[in-house]
Nanobody, 126 residues
Framework: QVQLVESGGGLVQAGGSLRLSCAASGRLFSSYAMGWFRQAPGKEREFVAY????????YSADSVKGRFTISRDNAKNTVYLQMNSLKPEDAAVYYCAARSNNLGGNYYRSDEYDYWGQGTQVTVSS
């Protein structure tokens, strides 16, 4: 069992930056690959970024590539999402998620994840 708690969301102007954190409970954090997803009102939840258990491999959605960076600190049981050059279309509730499958399957599919946080709101003003 893993419990995930996101933080770091808020209101930022377009072009600004935010860093989201996701703190995991339990001693097995390094056993899970981690993902960030987001969901805007009236839209489906979409993949944002993914990081393997060791942090050695990451993937990002095309819409955030070059602007967002996912990282993790296994000693702190935390995964991060650094978001730069934010745009109004980045506004959404951001969720972190954990899955036991490291590199197999489809990391961009939300149904591949075993545990989810409650989400943190990101608002971007134009």
């Amino acid at each position: 069992q893993v419990q995930l708690v996101e933080s770091g969301g808020g209101l930022v102007q377009a072009g600004g930056s935010l860093r989201l954190s996701c703190a995991a409970s339990g001693r097995l954090f390094s056993s899970y690959a981690m993902g960030w997803f987001r969901q805007a009102p009236g839209k489906e939840r979409e993949f944002v970024a993914y990081i393997t258990r060791s942090g050695g491999i990451t993937y990002s959605a095309d819409s955030v590539k070059g602007r967002f960076t996912i990282s993790r600190d296994n000693a702190k049981n935390t995964v991060y999402l650094q978001m730069n050059s934010l745009k109004p279309e980045d506004a959404a509730v951001y969720y972190c998620a954990a899955r036991s499958n490291n590199l197999g399957g489809n990391y961009y599919r939300s149904d591949e994840y075993d545990y989810w946080g409650q989400g943190t709101q990101v608002t971007v003003s134009s």
